[in-house]
């Protein structure tokens, strides 16, 4: 299909700890929302975003049960799993649907369950998206690899703890306006350094937290949005790579390759350079990773990544606002679901909702610790 | 609900052990930040100390103020979830023991932390009906927490029995009483498992507060009453923040609730705690006062008391040792020592 792929729907379900809620009814409440949001009320194929169904609720073959519970008939329904980058990866699985010509409308839904077992086994499962053999196996957690990476950056450019412990401050200021966030209100960089140390340099408020949530987004092609919608949001370009599934292996571990090729990918497809992204969705799961995330998708140079959150052009009315709903951090990170959320929020902000003008934006998501990166551009179709 | 016959608290007693960890202890011994800690210091059974023997100190000291005799009692009730026995009561222990038997009824009652406010309930009932004279309801426990578990700050030993009579012999009149329960999974511990589990921030909102709001806000809607009847009121008191919150919720002010808030200087003890608390509140009450009791179990459910003191209050509390007596009975003991005490080495 030589159209562009276009997202007409978007719903975002309220993040938090839902104790009343299975996974089925997250998913179905947001897939209700999209489609009242985009007029249409059936689609041709479904793709689940989603890390640990098994292990989280002990359920899998989840394609199957959403669109058993959602109603949507006998269409192709599969679950794509790439760890906490599930959501990106899904959304790209889908975009891939459209425009290959294969289906006209399809339904892409993030979800995790995450807060039906206790916290050590979250911990444990999380750890799955790690390498198993060598990493999780000898007791490293997510957040002890996210440390090791922060100390190595921290002492390899000469960064201070509180220079990216911005990050989270950055993203929790604009969670007041997110009505889907888990918590909206702003910090301050005392209580990000105040807050108790999780793993040596991160401390609790530097963690996105555990938390469950569903969102859904529905494509289809430009032409057909252009039936709903004088302005529809066009997904000018996608890109995915792969990296080490272990840190370790990295030839250098500052550094997110699969963030530099999925970027790059992304890049050529829409035809653009990170001079003409004017408003971006970071993979803020530690603060950590938001720096790497800048410099490695080509918004600063390696060691520069806090520079402009340190002049605040990471702030709305900045040259380069973020986590326009909080990121990560603040709307919360129920870990499959999150690519979809950053899709959706995305869209949101380009279609104008009264604080930025952006002509064109980017999602990046991340799986485990940089072993799977997606990277979105979107773009305003008007 | 009431019972068809008026009936109410004869005599009242309360045990706490001597010994107290500081939680800024337990939060050196594991690097936990000493800011962060929930309450000040808990209680911890002495070695040879268990649910058993502060069970029958309780029941002696509640003879001890009702002044009647053993062999009158038709029931002794133990709610504990810290039974020495898995399989053999703790209740015909305490009853042998206060001379009340053999003709008495004698059970162990299970429901977390509020199986004490449960037996005090079927004491209403049991005397309530006319088939017992008097019935001894007992809450104790020498509470569980994990080396490490955000409980160990929390988890104290101590308890409150309350034996109920006849309304016209009673230091304070039952007014109702009333159960809310739902089958809600917060906190467990599953057989031959040394310690309990927890969910978390699970345990507060659909857990401790929707019990303890609702149970209170209906038994308060069935009498007609208002929190502004009130001159106490005593919650479950897991940690100091959760009763407060409770108070809040309903509309009862700071001023009503501190009296029976013991748990910031002795712990949570369990299936003890909101009874301690009442025995806290009865020891400074005087004629006339209405005093609200909610207590919380975990599984969930509370139980609510309402009560009004009448003029044998005054002599009767002080027949035996008050709650700030045992509060105030202390002696500091460190790590190595609790563990010992709390068998938390095993080889």
Redesign the interface.
Same mark, same amino acid.
């Given at each position: 299909m030589d159209d562009n792929v276009a997202v007409i729907g978007v719903g975002l379900g309220k993040v938090g700890?839902h104790?009343?809620k299975s996974l089925r009814d997250l998913a179905i409440e947001s897939i209700w929302m999209a489609f009242e949001d985009s007029g249409i009320d059936k689609v041709d194929a479904l793709y689940v975003g989603n890390m640990s169904s098994g292990p989280f609720v002990e359920q899998e073959h989840i394609g199957a049960l959403i669109a058993d519970f959602a109603g949507l008939g006998p269409i192709p329904a599969v679950k794509v799993e790439a760890a906490c980058g599930s959501g990106g990866a899904a959304f790209i699985e889908g975009y891939m649907g459209v425009k290959s010509g294969m289906y006209d409308y399809v339904l892409v839904t993030g979800v995790e369950k995450m807060?039906d077992v206790? *916290?050590s086994k979250t911990t444990s499962i999380l750890a799955n998206a790690s390498d198993r053999d060598y990493e999780a196996f000898h007791g490293v957690s997510f957040v002890a690899l996210n440390a090791l990476v922060m100390r190595r950056y921290m002492h390899e450019f000469n960064v201070k703890r509180e220079d990216l412990s911005i990050f989270p401050v950055i993203s929790h200021k604009n969670a007041p306006f997110s009505k889907h966030a888990m918590y909206r209100k702003e910090i301050s960089l005392e209580a990000v350094m105040n807050s *108790?140390i999780i793993a040596e340099p991160l401390s609790l408020m530097d963690c996105a937290p555990i938390c469950d949530g569903a969102a859904s987004v529905i494509l289809c092609s430009e032409k057909k949005a252009r039936e709903f919608t004088d302005a529809p949001i066009i997904v000018s370009g996608v890109g995915l790579a792969t990296d080490t599934l272990g840190v370790h292996d990295r030839k250098h571990m500052t550094t997110l390759s699969a963030a530099v090729e999925a970027s790059k990918k992304a890049y050529r497809m829409a035809g653009v350079t990170p001079k003409d992204i004017d408003i971006a969705e970071i993979h803020d799961a530690f603060s950590i990773m938001s720096a790497l995330s800048i410099e490695d998708m080509g918004f600063a140079k390696k060691g520069q990544g806090t520079k402009m959150a340190l002049e605040g052009q990471h702030y709305i009315g900045g040259d380069l606002p973020i986590n326009l709903y909080g990121g990560l951090k603040a709307r919360g990170h129920p870990v499959g679901a999150t690519g979809v959320y950053q899709i959706g929020e995305l869209v949101y902000s380009l279609r104008g909702d009264g604080r930025v003008d952006a002509e064109r934006g980017l999602a990046e998501n991340i799986g485990g610790s940089g072993a799977t990166i997606s990277v979105c551009v979107l773009e305003r179709g008007d | 609900m009431k019972p068809s016959k008026s009936v109410g608290i004869v005599g009242y007693g309360a045990y706490v052990p001597k010994y107290r960890i500081q939680n800024t202890e337990i939060a050196r011994v594991w690097g936990?930040?000493p800011n962060?800690v929930p309450i000040r210091e808990k209680s911890v059974p002495g070695a040879d100390e268990d649910s058993v023997t502060i069970a029958i100190e309780i029941a002696r000291n509640a003879l001890l103020r009702a002044g009647i005799d053993p062999k009158d009692l038709r029931a002794v009730w133990v709610g504990t979830e810290s039974k020495p026995y898995a399989v053999k009561p703790t209740s015909t222990i305490v009853a042998e023991a206060i001379a009340a038997t053999p003709f008495v009824n004698a059970a162990d009652w299970e429901f977390a932390c509020k199986a004490g406010s449960e037996t005090v309930q079927a004491c209403i009932a049991y005397v309530g009906s006319g088939m017992a004279k008097y019935a001894l309801g007992i809450g104790v426990d020498t509470a569980q927490g994990a080396p490490s578990d955000a409980l160990e700050y929390t988890a104290a030993a101590g308890g409150a029995g309350y034996i109920i009579g006849s309304a016209k012999e009673s230091l304070a009149v039952i007014e109702g009483s009333l159960s809310y329960v739902t089958d809600t999974p917060d906190f467990w511990r599953r057989q031959h498992e040394h310690y309990p589990?927890h969910?978390?921030?699970?345990t507060g909102e659909?857990s401790y507060f929707k019990h303890v709001v609702s149970s209170s806000k209906a038994l308060m809607e069935e009498l007609g009453t208002k929190p502004e009847d009130y001159n106490y009121a005593v919650f479950h008191q897991p940690n100091r923040k959760f009763p407060l919150e409770a108070a809040k919720i309903l509309g009862f002010p700071k001023e009503k609730v501190i009296d029976g808030l013991v748990s910031p200087y002795i712990g949570n003890t369990y299936a003890g705690s909101a009874l301690l608390g009442l025995a806290a509140v009865l020891d400074k009450a005087k004629a006339g006062d209405k005093i609200f009791c909610t207590s919380y179990g975990s599984g969930a459910g509370s139980d609510s008391f309402s009560l009004e003191v009448t003029d044998k209050l005054s002599d009767r509390k002080v027949k035996a040792p008050s709650v700030k007596s045992y509060i105030e009975r202390r002696e500091e003991i460190d790590y190595a020592r609790y563990a010992r005490y709390r068998k938390k080495i095993r080889m």
């Open positions: 700890e104790w009343e807060t206790l *916290p *108790p | 936990n930040d962060l589990k969910g978390n921030r699970f659909p």
